[in-house]
């Protein structure tokens, strides 16, 4: 099923009712509720305590400073309830690993699993297992093919980066009166549906203004890799006019990379939100202008949800009984006239 196709709840910077927060990024040190989701917890309605739910949870090592908000955030949201037993298992090194940790998990029955898989497509099995066994699935960030294998999917907007970065670009390029622009793309890891996704709304939206992308590469999602593709990049295009890296964690050596080679006749757009990217926007001293949002913030409200889930109550501010089946969270572009007002997201 394709992004068009499927019904979307998004959530934007607010909360939906009273028992569900988008609640501030943490730092990779942090494990305590924010203030803010102290009073998510504390705020009434579907946030009054109830039956006592066991959530387990498993996300991949946090070797990158997403991830590690990805698991700082579930843990402080599942602190911030009296009623949530939080129980983490070891994601191991890959999908392999990660399934048999899951496998002993299964076995110690917990109400709900909230779970970021190393990979969708090879963790799969697991979440059919999971959901035939009476357990409910909450898959994060990295989609399951098969619908039967999660009870709740959400995550972010993969295509609507995309379509929000070329906007962005777009909208600069025109004001400049550039009408034949180079446009540069430094992706994420390509095997991952996330990256092909985002990729795909860039160009659906570049094409629709009779833009293109010149050259592409796709780097690892690492500091390092994305010096490296960068570097390579700036060789191959004498002359750029806007480049979008899709993750501002390796933005960090994409930004290397752009120093070392004395280059600043372009503008480049990151991705996810950072708060060292949102923090470069407001100094205005590099070629980053501006970065669009994929929040970690989403493992608090995968939390908040699993729990609503594993007692059996919906969302108090809308009228269905239960949780929806999927929230894609809308990303939101952040330039150096708002980047104040979304610091406290940054990871």
Request: include cysteine.
């Amino acid at each position: 099923m394709t992004q068009h196709s499927r019904r979307r709840l998004l959530f934007g910077g607010a909360a939906i009712g009273t028992g569900v927060l988008l609640a501030a990024c943490t730092s990779n040190e942090q494990q305590t509720p924010t203030e803010a989701q102290t009073k998510a917890a504390d705020g009434g309605g579907n946030a009054e305590p109830g039956k006592q739910v066991t959530v387990g949870f498993s996300a991949p090592a946090a070797d990158h400073g997403w991830i590690a908000a990805i698991t700082n955030n579930a843990r402080a949201q599942a602190a911030a309830y009296s009623d949530v037993e939080f129980k983490t298992v070891e994601a191991g090194a890959d999908a392999a690993a990660q399934r048999a940790a899951l496998s002993t998990l299964i076995s110690q029955k917990p109400d709900v699993i909230v779970l970021l898989p190393h990979d969708g497509k090879e963790l799969n099995s697991f979440g059919l297992e999971a959901m035939q066994a009476g357990i409910p699935v909450v898959n994060l960030d990295r989609a399951f093919p098969d619908a039967k294998a999660y009870r709740l999917q959400i995550k972010g907007d993969n295509y609507g980066m995309g379509v929000s970065a070329a906007t962005f670009i777009v909208e600069q390029l025109k004001a400049k009166g550039v009408s034949n622009p180079v446009i540069a793309e430094i992706a994420g890891m390509d095997e991952l549906e996330l990256t092909q996704e985002r990729t795909k709304g860039f160009n659906d939206t570049l094409a629709q203004h009779g833009f293109r992308v010149a050259n592409r590469r796709a780097a690892r999602f690492t500091v390092d890799s994305g010096q490296q593709e960068t570097s390579q990049l700036l060789q191959a295009l004498p002359k750029i006019d806007a480049i979008w890296n899709h993750d501002d964690d390796q933005g960090i050596g994409v930004l290397a990379a752009i120093s070392q080679a004395n280059r600043n006749e372009f503008f480049m757009v990151g991705g996810a939100g950072s708060k060292k990217a949102m923090e470069d926007i407001q100094a205005d001293n590099t070629v980053l202008k501006a970065t669009v949002t994929y929040s970690p913030s989403m493992a608090s409200s995968a939390i908040s949800l699993a729990r609503l889930i594993g007692q059996g109550r919906g969302m108090s501010d809308l009228v269905e009984l239960q949780v929806p089946k999927e929230i894609i969270l809308a990303s939101e572009t952040i330039t150096k006239e708002n980047a104040s007002d979304y610091l406290k997201l940054g990871f």
